[in-house]
């Protein structure tokens, strides 16, 4: 990935499935989130899943899709991470990354 392209702006939608409520999932993805200086939100689905948005430069998104693929919070079970609706963006949507209740 060039430099260029991995500081183009996107905003991509998640989706994470297995055991991420009740185990921290939504604080620490905030968390890991700020750290990369990502904004979006993340909140908890009637279905038991974790879903929400992110948007930031490219390699920084990418490393958050394999942070919720495969991290998690420590005693998070990730059975698999879906994201949808993929795209380039001119500037963020958000100010902040939120936990939605």
Known sequence: MSMAEGDT?????????GKVQ???FRKYTQA????LGL?????????GTVQGQLQGPTSK???MQ???ETRGSPKSHIDRASFNNEKVILKL???????VK
């Not at 904004?39 to 279905?47: A, C, H, I, K, S």
């Not at 949507?93 to 936990?99: L, N, T």
């Open 93 to 99: 949507d958000y100010s902040d990354f939120q936990i």
């Open 66 to 68: 394999e942070w919720l």
């Open 61 to 63: 998104v990418r490393h």
């Open 32 to 35: 890991e989130g700020k750290k």
């Open 39 to 47: 904004v979006g939100w993340v909140q908890n689905t009637d279905q």
């Open 22 to 24: 009740g185990v921290f």
């Open 9 to 17: 702006l996107i905003s991509v939608d998640y989706e994470v499935f």
